[in-house]
């Protein structure tokens, strides 16, 4: 019943637009300060590798996700330098616009837990929340915006090479 009212209710759609303008004002500001300031990841990644986060017995809870940071993420930091920034930047330019709504929310998600695995809590719980109402609503949560176009055009593109495959395989 919720998800119905989510997916397919003019007022969630007006609710949604509230919710995604929000936060893609909330991302496109930290990427922007970050491409216009200078960024460099490696003291954010240091710090997460030598403070990770530990559970009430003083064990790591996501060793994992350190050892992630420690071999791959630390020794690329440079792509990450350019990664994060512009990922927070076309994050919040695709909420703010309501183009690409659901895949900007899914990796403006995959954000959010890559930095509440390194340990910072800041406002991530209530993002993430936000963010699953978003994902969760779909296509509705960009219809006031520019998926009311663009999601039909790929929609109607992806038919089309579909019916295009289809009839070559029976010829």
Do not use: Q
């Not at 990644?45 to 350190?66: E, R, S």
């Not at 994902?135 to 579909?162: C, E, H, Q």
Request: glycine share 12%; with cysteine.
């Amino acid at each position: 019943m919720f998800n119905k009212f989510l997916r397919e209710n003019k007022i969630a759609s007006v609710i949604l637009t509230v919710l995604r303008l929000y936060l893609g004002y909330s991302w496109f500001t930290a990427g922007f300060h970050k491409l216009t300031g200078g960024f460099d990841a490696a003291g954010f990644l240091k710090g997460a590798i030598a403070n990770p986060v530990k559970g009430p017995d003083g064990t790591v809870v996501f060793g994992w996700y350190v050892d992630f940071l420690k071999h791959i993420a630390l020794p690329n930091v440079d792509v990450f330098n350019v990664l994060v920034p512009w990922g927070e930047t076309l994050i919040g330019l695709g909420l703010i616009l309501g183009c690409l709504t659901t895949a900007a929310m899914f990796f403006g998600l995959v954000m959010n837990f890559s930095f509440f695995l390194a340990g910072t809590v800041s406002h991530n719980p209530r993002d993430i929340f936000l963010g699953f109402i978003i994902l969760t609503a779909g296509y509705n949560a960009g219809k006031i915006g520019l998926d009311r176009w663009v999601v039909p055009f790929f929609r109607k593109m992806s038919n089309k090479a579909a019916d295009t495959k289809k009839s070559k395989a029976t010829v």
